[in-house]
Each structure stands twice: as structure tokens, then as C-alpha cells.
């Protein structure tokens, strides 16, 4: 099983539809969650991070964490073209130290058309 | 966030050779990463450098293959030595702001192509 599963898509939403994009992690221990942007050629950017369970809303972006289902969403509401981009789910994981590191997602890409 | 540097952007190199990259960031930073993104793949952490220290390694990367330096807290070198065309990737660095708790940004990335 992969530490931190999505479906890479393509998802494809019309322009000013909802688009929803899940993230579900094996690691129970788990404190930090985090979704990236990343453009074709560019390298991610940081939308959202989020570190309790429930909604944490973020202009058209809303994350939502489940720890108890180990379930991440983004939504993205109002999708526009620009939004079109591939979706990374990162997690932080434990490292043989004990410290933690982020564990990406395979990413899922969103298409949005006009 | 932070301003994150990297040199060279892009770079088509032959086998068997190195190639070292470099990290600037604009503030001082504890955390700094190394990562790769194959073509079509995610990220994977190469390793982590903190400054005063030796570079903590992942599973499957090792210092002799991927040197990595941390003169101070602003700057890091990745080096990727004796190339094979396995090395072509995307090399990303990203740092972690202490007042951002353990969010992670990313530089712009280095294009490598080995031929």
C-alpha cells in the first residue's frame, strides 16, 4: 500500500463547478497535511495546509481533513481554466530518527474546461 | 514565503560526470530539502541538510552519489556524480520556515538531462 494514495486522473469539471480532489494516508501518527499546485514545467506551490480535523476554508479553497478515515480533500469551488494543474497531496511521515518529512502523492490533474 | 533560488535552471550534461546545483534562499533557514521528480512521477526526498551538520539521507540515496553541502543558513549544493541517464530529473530544493510551522516551499527547480 502506498503511504499516500490519490487518483491521478485526468478530473474533468466544467468551468465554474466544484472540483474535488481526495488524498487518504496510511500513517496514523500523521500531524500535518498539506496541498500542492503544480503547473506543467513549474514546481509546486504551496494552496493549503491543514492540521485538524474538519474544514479550513482558503478563498475558493477548502481543505477537509478526516484523521479517523485517514481522508484529505481539497475542493476547489468556482474552477476556472487557470485552476487546470496537477493537485499533490503531501503528508508528513516518519523518518528511522524519529524526525518527520513530507510524503507526496502521485498528484491528481484537474483539468478545467471553458 | 521565502525567495528560493536555483542555478543552473536547466543543464544537458554528458555520462559520467557531475553536475553540483546550488540553493539560495533570502532569509535563514534551519530545514532545507532535496528532492527529485522523475519525468511523470512525484516528489521523492533525496535527503535533508541542516547547517553544522552531516545531510540525513533517504532510503535508497547515498552520500558517494548525491554530495550535498550546508555552508551556512542561507545556501545548500546538491551534487549528482557520475551521471547516468537514470539521473535525468527534475531537482528541486525547498526550505521549511520555522514561523510557518513545517510548510515547505519549493525553488524553481533544476531541468537535468543526461545523454
Known amino acids: 500500500q502506498k503511504e499516500v494514495e490519490q487518483n491521478s486522473g485526468p478530473l474533468s469539471v466544467p468551468e465554474g463547478a466544484i472540483a474535488s480532489l481526495n488524498c487518504t494516508y496510511s500513517?496514523?501518527?500523521?500531524?500535518?497535511f498539506f496541498w500542492y499546485r503544480q503547473y506543467s514545467g513549474k514546481s509546486p506551490e504551496l494552496i493549503m495546509s491543514?492540521?485538524?480535523?474538519g474544514d479550513k476554508e482558503d478563498g475558493r479553497f477548502t481543505a477537509q481533513l478526516n484523521k479517523a478515515s485517514q481522508y484529505v480533500s481539497l475542493l476547489i469551488r468556482d474552477s476556472q481554466p487557470s485552476d487546470s494543474a496537477t493537485y499533490l497531496c503531501?503528508?508528513?511521515?516518519?523518518?528511522?530518527?524519529?524526525?518527520?518529512?513530507?510524503?507526496f502523492g502521485s498528484g491528481t490533474r484537474l483539468l478545467v474546461r471553458p | 514565503s521565502a525567495v528560493i533560488s536555483q542555478k543552473p535552471s536547466r543543464d544537458i550534461c554528458q555520462r559520467g560526470t557531475s553536475l553540483t546545483i546550488q540553493c539560495q534562499v533570502d532569509?535563514?533557514?534551519?530545514?532545507m530539502f532535496w528532492y527529485r521528480q522523475q519525468p511523470g512521477q512525484s516528489l521523492t526526498l533525496i535527503a535533508t541538510?541542516?547547517?553544522?551538520?552531516?545531510?540525513?539521507?533517504e532510503s535508497g540515496f547515498v552520500i558517494d552519489k548525491f554530495p550535498i553541502s550546508r555552508p551556512n543558513l542561507t545556501f545548500s549544493t546538491l551534487t549528482v556524480s557520475n551521471m547516468s541517464p537514470e539521473d535525468s530529473s527534475i531537482y528541486l530544493c525547498?526550505?521549511?520556515?520555522?514561523?510557518?510551522?513545517?510548510?515547505?516551499?519549493f525553488g524553481p527547480g533544476t531541468r537535468l538531462t543526461v545523454l
Open positions: 525547498s526550505v521549511e520556515r520555522e514561523i510557518a510551522g513545517d510548510e515547505q516551499f
Open positions: 500513517d496514523r501518527g500523521s500531524q500535518s
Open positions: 491543514i492540521y485538524s480535523n
Open positions: 503531501a503528508v508528513n511521515g516518519p523518518r528511522m530518527d524519529s524526525s518527520y518529512k513530507l510524503i
Open positions: 532569509s535563514q533557514v534551519t530545514m
Open positions: 541538510a541542516n547547517q553544522g551538520s552531516e545531510a540525513t539521507y
